[in-house]
């Protein structure tokens, strides 16, 4: 294996047509050079110096390998520089994957604050909910994945990753400002079994009738979405009631529609996953850092 100390040892020599010159220009002794010139030379497996009294030239695969050493050489600064810079955050990437109202509640916060400290990081940013994030991040498609995961529910087998809890969000009723319920502070689930039912994502539908079975009645879903502005649009005209997470509500202007605190409270968990080496990234630990702290900023435990 050609190491690049020895490709500068043979650079210096060929350049100044000694080992004590080469010693010179490189801050080092002459049996020093003489000692790495043997190793490169037993490295690639054939001379690459004639030594002839005062004088010294190259072997045909010397001129070779000198040809190729600055290319080298030059390939290898440019990726120190690089490699420097992202430990630096004077440059990288974070490739984030976010389920949507997380999208809209934390990134923009989080990256706000992450541009105004490392303008050089770039942050690209593809939504999906989970499980589909998490698999997105163990597949290597992305470095750091928002997912969320219900309080009861089955446990997320989440221990090859690292796990950065977030807030804890609470699920809140949806009804239109004209129903019976509307003025009330809160609603026990139980209290909706008649109603025509907005489900959301296909996770959250499936928490949905968990929480109303749980209750005793199955919910009649008579719309569903992944769209939460959709699902809040639907309840403002009367077409039914909802439950969503409390984020998915900040994240829209509900119009039509009275927000009320369900009980027994309903909560999940929101979190930031990332592998463990990917926490170790300057970049990605940067990252990390800010959407912890947006999620302080919103002050919710649930």
Do not use: N
Not at 1 to 7: C, G, Q, S, T
Not at 266 to 272: G, K, M
């Amino acid at each position: 294996m050609i190491e690049a100390r020895h490709l500068r040892v043979l650079r210096a020599v060929a350049t100044t047509g000694s080992f004590s010159a080469a010693g010179r220009e490189l801050g080092c002794t002459q049996p020093a050079v003489s000692q790495q010139m043997k190793a490169l030379e037993a490295s690639v497996g054939t001379p690459l110096l004639v030594r002839g009294g005062r004088e010294m030239r190259l072997t045909q695969a010397g001129e070779a390998l000198v040809r190729h050493a600055s290319g080298i050489l030059a390939g290898l600064t440019a990726a120190e520089e690089e490699v420097a810079a992202i430990a630096g955050l004077r440059a990288g990437r974070v490739r984030l994957v976010s389920f949507p109202s997380g999208s809209s509640a934390l990134v923009p916060t989080a990256l706000a604050a992450l541009r105004a400290a490392h303008p050089g990081t770039r942050v690209s940013l593809e939504e999906a909910e989970p499980p589909k994030s998490v698999e997105l991040l163990r597949e290597g498609d992305c470095d750091l994945a928002l997912a969320f995961r219900y309080a009861g529910a089955a446990t997320e087998e989440w221990d090859d990753l690292v796990v950065r809890r977030l807030l804890t969000d609470r699920l809140v009723a949806l009804v239109p400002e004209r129903h019976r319920l509307a003025r009330a502070d809160s609603v026990a689930i139980g209290e909706l079994a008649g109603e025509p039912w907005i489900a959301g994502c296909p996770r959250c539908r499936g928490q949905l009738v968990q929480v109303c079975e749980g209750a005793g009645f199955t919910p009649r879903i008579d719309f569903a979405t992944d769209d939460y502005p959709a699902v809040i649009g639907l309840v403002g005209a009367g077409l039914g009631v909802a439950v969503l997470p409390q984020l998915a509500v900040d994240s829209v202007r509900p119009r039509g529609v009275r927000v009320v605190r369900l009980e027994p409270a309903v909560r999940r968990e929101i979190v930031a996953l990332t592998l463990p080496d990917l926490a170790q990234v300057p970049a990605v630990a940067a990252t990390l850092e800010q959407l912890a702290r947006a999620a302080e900023g919103l002050g919710r435990q649930g």
